[in-house]
């Protein structure tokens, strides 16, 4: 609790005003049924028509001013709460920005989102809720019970013994409902997750003609969080109406024994006073209505609390580290027995030991599914190797952190996010570089002729998640969007796939010169790129099977020869098939 309220730190000021001016408009409120009693024996009751009129402009007076704490109050308070909520919500943001691949993976999007937003925002409604609710709560009752006690001890006795029943009904029912709403909340993030799947995925299902089963599964999954929401929601919205029914019950006993009262000879019992401790009754039904909504909130506030805490408290990806010391590399790269596993049973990748010049280009080659991608997040530091050790130069990048290990790698990965905004600055994001210089990578980007076709130029709008982009030129504003980043290494998974054969050698031709010295890491399925770098890594099943130049591996490297024969479109001959196989199998 305390780490996600640590921040309302600086609002308290304003929360105190409004906390005042909320007990004033209390202590308002609170006075009217007073005047009206006043108004009902000293005047009507007396025939006083001047002392109504006067009484009548006080109490007016009193609404007005109890209208206008509120407004004010509510001002104070909402503001102080929404920049609360805000902040919560940056806090998150920024939380999940440095969260381990791992633990995000852990909660999906849905789950962040829902944790974000939803969740965070129901720790504010409450919040806001304490405070504009609280402030009266405790005035009400107490000033309403002492009141309706001086005007009839009688009447409001009858108050005070339904109190226990309503404490008792707000306990029964707020039991253990912490758990459905734990459920319920699981729920909406899978739900979460599940929509959004399928929005972003929605091409795919219209090419199917898949929406009626779509529909389906939405169906479903929506079917089992309302379930759950009802479950947890069916036993707090029972508190309101059984307690005011209890309290209903109470006010016809008031009135009743009241009336009965008033005809006794000698009694001090008047109309007025009868009323008022009506108006009391309700100013205190009011009351602990609102606290049974409160204590009713309080287990499903309970599990948004723990899921906006868990997100608050996770680790932080760079700690733990040795701190104080940069990681500097100066290009070369060494995998030593290199493995990683996903899931922790089997791994995805082996064994994989193999050097790579500074300033060298090196390809990876191989099959889907043979762990170059793996490699990739490796040497990003967005995993740690399950087996071995990874150097750049001479320094083992397990120990540093890996903001570190990141300063010396400018990344394509396969499938890389464009976000929505002008071209610009989805290649500039932070804005720290001048226009010549964006131009001079989107046009070593080979997105030279794409700038000169629109009228917008860097100002071009892309759509969310560059929607307005083909493939190929996606894949090139990520390409210089790498190549503006300053590193020693740059890494280009799988990023020349969508483009045509020439395209793809004016863009190596423009690498060769802008990144002359540094260390390029290229994964491609196609030979011809291949042959043209100073080494090649081949991938075979999570294993390097080969390491070589396009010649040597031509010769010794049965996997290899396939790719290359199969791509340089001779086929290999039934004889030479049987012999790769074989080779393979050794
Ligand atoms: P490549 O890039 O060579 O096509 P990958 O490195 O992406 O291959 O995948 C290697 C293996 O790891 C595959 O068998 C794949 O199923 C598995 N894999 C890849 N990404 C994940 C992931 N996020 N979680 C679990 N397994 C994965
Ligand atoms: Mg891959």
């Given at each position: 609790m305390r780490e996600i309220f640590k921040g309302i730190k600086k609002y308290i000021p304003r929360l105190i005003a409004a906390y005042i001016l909320e007990v004033l408009s209390t202590l308002c409120a609170v006075a009217l049924p007073t005047l009206m009693t006043g108004v009902v024996d000293n005047g009507i009751n007396a025939g006083d028509m001047q002392y109504v009129y006067k009484a009548c402009a006080i109490m007016a007076a009193v609404t007005v001013l109890d209208v206008a704490l509120i407004v004010f109050s509510y001002k104070l308070g909402n503001e102080a709460i929404i920049a609360f909520n805000h902040d919560l919500r940056v806090r998150i943001f920024g939380k999940v920005l440095k969260m381990p691949a791992k633990e995000v993976k852990k909660y999906g999007v849905g789950g962040l989102l829902t944790r974000s937003l939803d969740d965070a925002d129901r720790i504010c409604d409450v919040a806001g809720t304490v405070l504009s609710v609280m402030a009266s709560i405790p005035i009400t009752l107490i000033a309403g019970t002492v009141l309706a006690f001086r005007k009839s001890p009688l009447l409001a006795g009858i108050l005070l013994a339904f109190t226990p029943i309503v404490v008792l009904v707000v306990f029964l029912c707020g039991r253990n409902t912490h758990k459905h709403w734990h459920i319920a909340d699981e729920e909406i993030d899978r739900q979460n997750t599940l929509i959004r799947a399928r929005l972003s995925g929605i091409r795919v299902v219209r090419a199917f003609n898949q929406e009626p089963t779509e529909q389906a599964k939405i169906e479903r999954a929506t079917r089992r969080m309302s379930k759950s929401i009802v479950r947890g929601n069916m036993r707090s919205e029972l508190v309101a109406p059984i307690s005011m029914f209890v309290l209903n019950v109470a006010t016809v006993l008031i009135v009743a024994v009241g009336a009965q009262q008033m005809t006794k000879p000698n009694t001090l019992l008047t109309a007025g006073g009868v009323l008022a401790v009506i108006e009391y009754v309700g100013m205190i039904t009011t009351g602990i209505l609102n606290v049974s909504y409160f204590l009713s909130e309080i287990p499903r506030f309970r599990t948004n609390c723990r899921r906006v805490k868990e997100l608050l408290t996770a680790k932080d990806e760079n700690e733990g580290f040795v701190r104080g010391e940069e990681l500097k590399a100066d290009g070369s790269i060494r995998f030593e027995n290199v493995g990683f596993s996903y899931t922790g049973d089997g791994l995805a990748l082996s064994g994989v030991t193999a050097e790579i010049g500074a300033g060298e280009t090196a390809a990876f080659i191989g099959g889907t599914g043979s762990g170059k991608s793996t490699l990739v997040r490796l040497l990003c530091g967005l995993d740690t190797p399950t087996e071995g050790k990874i150097f750049f130069g001479d320094k083992d990048?397990?120990?540093?952190?890996p903001v570190e290990i990141r300063k010396n790698i400018s990344c394509v990965r396969q499938r890389d996010a464009v976000f929505s905004g002008t071209l610009k600055n989805s290649v500039d994001g932070a804005g720290a570089h001048t226009e010549d210089e964006v131009r001079s990578v989107l046009a070593d980007g080979q997105m030279q002729g794409f700038l000169e076709e629109k009228e917008e130029g860097l100002e071009y709008a892309l759509g969310e998640r560059g929607s307005n982009l083909s493939g190929g030129q996606k894949q090139r504003v990520c390409i210089s969007r790498a190549l503006l980043k300053d590193a020693p290494i740059y890494i280009f998974d799988d990023s020349f796939s969508a483009l045509d054969f020439l395209t793809e050698s004016r863009l190596r031709g423009a690498l060769k010169k802008r990144l002359a010295g540094k260390t390029q890491l290229i994964v491609t399925q196609r030979v011809s790129t291949a042959r043209t770098c100073d080494k090649i890594l081949v991938f075979d099943g999570g294993k390097l099977a080969a390491v070589g130049k396009h010649e040597e591996l031509v010769k010794n490297c049965a996997l290899y020869r396939e790719i290359h024969l199969s791509q340089s479109g001779e086929g290999l001959t039934e004889a030479e098939e049987t012999e790769a196989e074989y080779e393979r199998e050794e």
């Amino acid at each position: 609790m305390r780490e996600i309220f640590k921040g309302i730190k600086k609002y308290i000021p304003r929360l105190i005003a409004a906390y005042i001016l909320e007990v004033l408009s209390t202590l308002c409120a609170v006075a009217l049924p007073t005047l009206m009693t006043g108004v009902v024996d000293n005047g009507i009751n007396a025939g006083d028509m001047q002392y109504v009129y006067k009484a009548c402009a006080i109490m007016a007076a009193v609404t007005v001013l109890d209208v206008a704490l509120i407004v004010f109050s509510y001002k104070l308070g909402n503001e102080a709460i929404i920049a609360f909520n805000h902040d919560l919500r940056v806090r998150i943001f920024g939380k999940v920005l440095k969260m381990p691949a791992k633990e995000v993976k852990k909660y999906g999007v849905g789950g962040l989102l829902t944790r974000s937003l939803d969740d965070a925002d129901r720790i504010c409604d409450v919040a806001g809720t304490v405070l504009s609710v609280m402030a009266s709560i405790p005035i009400t009752l107490i000033a309403g019970t002492v009141l309706a006690f001086r005007k009839s001890p009688l009447l409001a006795g009858i108050l005070l013994a339904f109190t226990p029943i309503v404490v008792l009904v707000v306990f029964l029912c707020g039991r253990n409902t912490h758990k459905h709403w734990h459920i319920a909340d699981e729920e909406i993030d899978r739900q979460n997750t599940l929509i959004r799947a399928r929005l972003s995925g929605i091409r795919v299902v219209r090419a199917f003609n898949q929406e009626p089963t779509e529909q389906a599964k939405i169906e479903r999954a929506t079917r089992r969080m309302s379930k759950s929401i009802v479950r947890g929601n069916m036993r707090s919205e029972l508190v309101a109406p059984i307690s005011m029914f209890v309290l209903n019950v109470a006010t016809v006993l008031i009135v009743a024994v009241g009336a009965q009262q008033m005809t006794k000879p000698n009694t001090l019992l008047t109309a007025g006073g009868v009323l008022a401790v009506i108006e009391y009754v309700g100013m205190i039904t009011t009351g602990i209505l609102n606290v049974s909504y409160f204590l009713s909130e309080i287990p499903r506030f309970r599990t948004n609390c723990r899921r906006v805490k868990e997100l608050l408290t996770a680790k932080d990806e760079n700690e733990g580290f040795v701190r104080g010391e940069e990681l500097k590399a100066d290009g070369s790269i060494r995998f030593e027995n290199v493995g990683f596993s996903y899931t922790g049973d089997g791994l995805a990748l082996s064994g994989v030991t193999a050097e790579i010049g500074a300033g060298e280009t090196a390809a990876f080659i191989g099959g889907t599914g043979s762990g170059k991608s793996t490699l990739v997040r490796l040497l990003c530091g967005l995993d740690t190797p399950t087996e071995g050790k990874i150097f750049f130069g001479d320094k083992d990048i397990s120990a540093y952190p890996p903001v570190e290990i990141r300063k010396n790698i400018s990344c394509v990965r396969q499938r890389d996010a464009v976000f929505s905004g002008t071209l610009k600055n989805s290649v500039d994001g932070a804005g720290a570089h001048t226009e010549d210089e964006v131009r001079s990578v989107l046009a070593d980007g080979q997105m030279q002729g794409f700038l000169e076709e629109k009228e917008e130029g860097l100002e071009y709008a892309l759509g969310e998640r560059g929607s307005n982009l083909s493939g190929g030129q996606k894949q090139r504003v990520c390409i210089s969007r790498a190549l503006l980043k300053d590193a020693p290494i740059y890494i280009f998974d799988d990023s020349f796939s969508a483009l045509d054969f020439l395209t793809e050698s004016r863009l190596r031709g423009a690498l060769k010169k802008r990144l002359a010295g540094k260390t390029q890491l290229i994964v491609t399925q196609r030979v011809s790129t291949a042959r043209t770098c100073d080494k090649i890594l081949v991938f075979d099943g999570g294993k390097l099977a080969a390491v070589g130049k396009h010649e040597e591996l031509v010769k010794n490297c049965a996997l290899y020869r396939e790719i290359h024969l199969s791509q340089s479109g001779e086929g290999l001959t039934e004889a030479e098939e049987t012999e790769a196989e074989y080779e393979r199998e050794e």
